[in-house]
């Protein structure tokens, strides 16, 4: 982490890069099943090992521009993430 300052106050910035992780899979699967399987992210859990307690915002759902929360955990630390569906 790195501190930065505006003004008097201090602040700690996490730097995204240390959240940041690839994984690859081939699945058999049509691009459709695999696109209703990941934008699911109230079953984000299955494809991140940091993420929990996703929810969509009220009333969104598995569609593109559907808007939810979802809560973190890496090496200690917690942090809530607002996402899109793209």
Known sequence: MR???TGLEPFEALAASEFSFTRRAW???TPAR???????VSAISRWSPNA?????DHNAGPSVGAWFSGRNR????EWT????VV
Do not use: F, H, P, W
């Open 3 to 5: 501190a930065i300052t």
């Open 27 to 29: 699945v058999d699967a």
């Open 34 to 40: 695999v696109y209703e399987l990941v934008s699911d």
């Open 52 to 56: 929990s307690n996703v929810t969509y």
């Open 74 to 77: 890496k090496d200690g630390r």
């Open 81 to 84: 993430t607002r996402s899109q």
